[in-house]
């Protein structure tokens, strides 16, 4: 059985007859065909590694073919990547460092966080064939509006992996506007993507890369020395510029701080986990309305961690309330918005777990 054979599957259509049901339903088809190759399905978007590579001293990358179910992405957009580790299911949010090509192979690249599950795993365990499921495109980012005016990218850490795909972007325009990418890593070996930046640079002149080094010392013409500052910026605080950042939230936030007034245009993200500050402390009785289940979870904190740490695994994503994958009908009871602090008394509304704790008893459509 091929993926191309799928139709097969369903009944023909004669012109002037009406449709008729499947012979056999989706999942059916998902469980027959994972057995005969796990990137095969009649619906889901997945992928398959086809190549891993080292990027950095804590850093692989890895290339991925997906499924003809999934639709794609743009430079500097993000997708939800799902795996396999010890048996859970999890998922987290990439940024590809390389957007599709004419075969549909595109990387990520993944840093390892300490104590990290799904980085870890990609990481150290990660193998040629695997199958990874994926998500639909989302984010901010995307290549500056071909306008003249110049840009000015920043990366710090893994935040060079949509820059990355955004300076490849740039380079690929006929006339591309003056660009500069300043990429802050502490050390020479945390460095991604550094031959593959300055061949982009020395074939397009119109773009430039300079390494920002906030450890080592810097010794190459293109390296510099010290951390986001207002000196680092100063020809961008002269001359509007299309200003995207992505980093850590501090980073972010000085980036933000420094230039957000300046730019022609300022869109930044960050791969940190938010920091959640709240007050609030106790327990409240959690309903679960589809399955009848009652827990007590902490107020406080996320629910999506609460139902985690319960053993349940709703659908999640970003886990930052950026891609919607964890939203779900709240029926009773009041929450807080952990990123805005902000209380919703409002009893039958939506929310996002990831984003969201409880305040007082609550009903959820889960
Ligand atoms: C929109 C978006 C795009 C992203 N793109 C990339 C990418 O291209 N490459 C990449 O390597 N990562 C990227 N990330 C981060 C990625 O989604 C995961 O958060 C990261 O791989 C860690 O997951 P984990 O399962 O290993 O860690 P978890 O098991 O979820 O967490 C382990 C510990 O690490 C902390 N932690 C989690 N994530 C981070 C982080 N990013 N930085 C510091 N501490 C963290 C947690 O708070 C926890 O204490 C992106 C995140 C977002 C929101
Ligand atoms: S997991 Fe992405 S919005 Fe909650």
């Known amino acids: 059985m091929r993926p191309d054979l799928v139709p097969a599957l369903t009944s023909a259509r004669p012109p002037g007859h009406a449709r008729r049901a499947p012979l056999v339903s989706p999942a059916l088809f998902d469980f027959w065909a994972a057995r005969l190759s796990p990137a095969w399905s009649w619906n889901r978007p997945l992928g398959r590694i086809l190549g891993i590579e080292p990027a950095a001293s804590d850093a692989v990358s890895l290339l991925i073919r997906p499924n003809r179910h999934f639709r794609g992405f743009g430079p500097g957009q993000h997708i939800n990547v799902g795996v396999e580790v010890d048996g859970r299911r999890l998922v987290r949010s990439y940024s590809p460092s390389a957007v599709p090509g004419r075969d549909g192979r595109f990387r990520i690249t993944v840093k390892k966080i300490a104590g990290g599950k799904v980085s870890g795993h990609l990481f150290d365990r990660a193998k040629v064939g695997d199958v990874l499921g994926l998500g639909e495109a989302f984010g901010e980012l995307a290549l500056p509006p071909p306008d003249g005016k110049p840009s000015l990218l920043l990366a710090a850490g893994s935040g060079i992996t949509p820059m990355m795909a955004l300076f490849a972007g740039l380079a690929a325009q006929p006339n591309p506007a003056p660009t500069t990418l300043l990429y802050f890593t502490r050390s020479r070996d945390q460095r991604c993507f550094v031959d593959e ?125 950026l891609c919607n994958t964890c939203a779900c009908e709240k029926s009773a009871g009041s929450t807080r918005h952990l990123l805005t602090g902000e209380v919703e008394h409002e009893p039958v509304s939506a929310l996002r777990l990831c984003v969201s704790s409880a305040r007082s008893d609550l009903v959820l459509d889960l």
């Open 197 to 321: 930046l300055r061949a982009i640079a020395k074939r397009q002149p119109a773009l430039d890369v300079r390494f920002v080094l906030t450890r080592d010392a810097a010794r190459a013409g293109d390296e510099a020395e010290g951390r986001l500052c207002a000196s680092q910026v100063a020809p961008w605080l002269a001359a509007p510029a299309h200003v995207l950042a992505c980093g850590p939230t501090g980073f972010v936030t000085t980036a933000r701080d420094l230039l957000g007034g300046h730019a022609a245009s300022f869109a930044a993200e960050s791969f940190s986990p938010p920091v959640h500050e709240t007050t609030d402390t106790g327990s409240v009785a959690l309903t679960l309305a589809r399955s009848g289940r009652k827990l007590q979870v902490p107020r406080g904190l996320p629910l999506l961690e609460a139902l985690e740490a319960a053993g349940l695994s709703p659908a999640s994503g970003c886990r930052r309330g």
